[in-house]
């Protein structure tokens, strides 16, 4: 085996290990199935240079680079589809197209029509060159759908507001540009320029990025339990073949065959002077690199940390509620106090007490409306989860504020996909029923509202969109914070309402909107 061989067996070991034990970690996962396949496909490549090194005759070697190629081929398409599920993105038309093409040269690779033929270069093993006619297509197909994936991965860095997630992207990032840069040095030969492909030993680099990615970031959610004893058990380990490896080689090349039991005397005095003190700093070594301090000191440490963050967190919460409570009740009752101070003197006029009556009653059932808004808050109820068709839900919600669009010229458009959701039908009404209900208030002087439901692997996303005044940067984080509104009228409860309902049904909201350009909910709850 040569040093291109070296360098896909390499390659074909790490993305096996990656690919694996990404998909153990979680097999039911979108995400990491199509990670998992990927890392297969290269690993296919890599297995085949191991071939291709090994290969004496020219049409063995021929036949070895079009079994390499057949995982070359959906290289770019599974990398794509990885980076759309990753993100998020809405492009099933792109990646169907990205894997009907890499079937399309799967099939016509067993012509010559890519890779024709074979030549020995560089230290005299085989390489394909020169190019078929369909190599160029091949090739615009690979570098267009990695260069795009790469430019969403940069675009959503950019723009995403959750700095955690942003090193997550990074990280992948970085691991799959160095992987490509140095694995497409590989088509220079192919392409006749003669440049030794040293780059294809980049490609191992990328699993071992990811693998610290996922250990430091929770990459792909992996949420990686690293054992103590397991990274002491390896270090014991190397300790003692590297002792083994240097008593053996003592042994056979300057121990006289009389004098080896008073070698062995010396090897255990070793072993107690030099190699258990070396284990135990080892040891340190590794608690610090790894864990930041040792097993004890990190206990306490988080145990610390989690008291702390939950008592600010409930006085945090107390602080909220108890502001927002004062707030909203302190105008009802300087009502009811002023029309009680002048009741005595004016108990005999009738307007006044028509008067009195009406608005007590109703700033009453508005402290009795903002107290029922905070219990189902603080307290709210456990969903009943059952199959759940989510087009009829929005459809009813429509009928309900469709006579108050009409009233303020609001066009509704309409894109409801037929689809089920675990969740529970009338607490999903209630939640999207408020954030039609702030789109319309949002939109006075008339606008666009759409409602769209569609099926994204998993889930069943809903999207809300209005082109009413939007929100800005600095409300758009508070949003869903108990009592925080901007309007004249209402509670500031709905979307903390809403926000707590979408969570307690297993799914998730999120929002982006610009002022004075509209705002756009996204609502994603678990497929039945």
Excluded at 120 to 146: E, Q, S
Excluded at 333 to 339: D, E, P, W
Excluded at 498 to 520: D, K, L, M
Aim: with cysteine.
């Amino acid at each position: 085996m040569n040093w291109f061989g070296l360098s896909g067996l390499l390659t074909g070991l790490s993305c096996t290990a990656m690919g694996l034990w990404v998909y153990r970690k979680n097999p039911h996962k979108p995400l990491n199935r199509i990670w998992s396949i990927f890392c297969v496909s290269v690993a296919v490549w890599g297995y085949g240079v191991v071939a291709i090194s090994c290969a004496q005759e020219r049409e063995t070697a021929h036949l070895y680079w079009k079994l390499a190629y057949t995982g070359v081929f959906f290289i770019a398409s599974l990398f794509y589809h990885f980076v759309v599920i990753f993100l998020g993105l809405d492009r099933r038309a792109t990646v169907r197209w990205g894997y009907g093409i890499s079937v399309f040269f799967v099939l016509i690779n067993a012509s010559d029509l890519i890779l024709p033929d074979v030549h020995k270069l560089f230290d005299g093993f085989w390489y394909a060159n020169p190019t078929g006619p369909l190599f160029p297509a091949f090739a615009l197909h690979f570098f267009g759908l990695v260069t795009v994936s790469h430019i969403e991965l940069w675009r959503y860095m950019r723009n995403s507001r959750d700095p955690h997630r942003v090193r997550q992207v990074k990280w992948f990032f970085v691991a799959t540009a160095l992987g490509f840069t140095g694995g497409s040095m590989c088509y220079l030969p192919t392409m006749g320029i003669p440049v030794r492909p040293y780059g294809n030993f980049a490609v191992p680099l990328y699993p071992v990025i990811m693998g610290y990615a996922i250990v430091k970031y929770q990459l792909m959610d992996i949420q990686v339990a690293i054992r103590r004893t397991a990274y002491y058990t390896l270090s014991v380990a190397v300790l003692s073949a590297a002792y083994a490896l240097i008593v053996i080689a003592v042994y056979r090349a300057l121990v006289p065959e009389g004098s080896r039991v008073f070698v062995s005397i010396a090897s255990a005095i070793l072993v107690g002077f030099v190699i258990m003190p070396t284990e135990r700093w080892l040891r340190g070594a590794l608690d610090r690199l790894f864990f930041k301090g040792t097993i004890t000191e990190i206990s306490e440490l988080n145990q610390k940390l989690e008291t702390e963050l939950e008592r600010r967190e409930r006085l945090k919460s107390v602080g909220i509620l108890a502001a927002g409570m004062a707030h909203e009740i302190k105008n009802p009752l300087t009502v009811i106090q002023t029309f009680a101070e002048h009741l005595p003197s004016k108990y005999g006029d009738a307007d006044f007490r028509d008067k009195f009556h009406r608005l007590v009653t109703a700033e009453v059932g508005r402290m009795r409306r903002i107290v029922e808004d905070l219990l189902a808050y603080s307290k709210p109820k456990d969903p009943v989860l059952r199959p759940c068709d989510v087009d009829a839900v929005l459809r009813d919600i429509l009928t309900l504020v469709d006579a108050q669009a009409v009233r303020q010229n609001i066009r509704v458009e309409q894109r409801l996909s037929p689809a089920r959701a675990l969740v529970d039908a009338d607490q999903i009404k209630q939640a999207a029923l408020n954030i039609l209900v702030n789109a319309i208030e949002a939109m006075p002087q008339g606008g666009a509202l759409e409602v769209r439901s569609s099926v994204l692997e998993d889930w069943v996303v809903i999207e809300i969109k209005d082109s009413g005044c939007g929100i800005s940067k600095e409300s758009l984080a508070h949003i869903f914070d108990p009592f925080y509104t901007n309007k004249d009228s209402g509670t500031g409860l709905g979307l903390a309402i809403t926000h707590t309902i979408i969570e307690r049904n297993g799914g998730s909201i999120a929002v982006s909107s610009r002022a004075g350009e509209g705002t756009r909910f996204e609502l994603r709850l678990p497929l039945c």
